[in-house]
């Protein structure tokens, strides 16, 4: 009864190592069979990297062992009161398999997409007057969307972009609303002396992107500057009775 305990403990252990150290292939190699996606600003452009397969490895496939031959007895054959007659046989050289290599390719891809610089407008476009508002806008798409098809792979890009205006005179603003030309104007300006004043736009993209349902966000941001100019002029004085 000892005997059989002990043997039962053994045999318990033996297998609790063995599952011990089973590692399912999912755990070991994430990106083995589904695709790998990421998406970066780099250079003020977005880089899209896709790539799935098992990483480019080549896995050389040994020929399958052939059986060796059983060992048999030979006895020399009995002679033969009359000679057999003469046969030439013709034997064929054996030629060894070629071993199989088979490539596991890793397929990747990467693509680069720019994003819009924007282009100041502003109304009236010559010859503003002080003291009277400057309708300004720009234009660029409230939301920049681009859909890729990258190694086969569907990738959905969004960014949205937030402005920070600078009117030349010392004034600033930060929003994320475009503008509108008139009637439907959002942004506006009032200079109080004539000149020439040089407007600036720093227009910052953020965003995320998608891939199978799951949503991240872009690394890094892209940065544009965008200039123009504008020239303010006084309003005639005009006398009346």
Known sequence: MHTLIVLGMKALIILSLALFFTVPEIAVAECTESACVDVYTKDNQIIIEAHKGSGGRTTVRAPKPQPSPTATLWFPPKPSP???????RTYKPRTAKPTTISHSVNLSDRLTKLVPTAGIAFQPEFEALRNVPVIFWIDVPALFQSRV??????????L??????????????????????????????TYSKPGTYSVVVVTTWNGAFTHNGAVRAISGEIVKTSVATVTVVSAPTRFTK
């Open 82 to 88: 009359t000679p057999e007659p003469y046969v030439k």
């Open 149 to 158: 098809n990258i190694i086969g792979e569907i990738v959905d890009v969004a």
């Open 160 to 189: 949205r972009p937030g402005f920070i205006w600078s009117f030349g005179d010392g004034s600033m603003w930060a929003t994320t609303n475009t503008g509108a030309p008139f009637p439907n104007q959002t942004i506006t300006h």
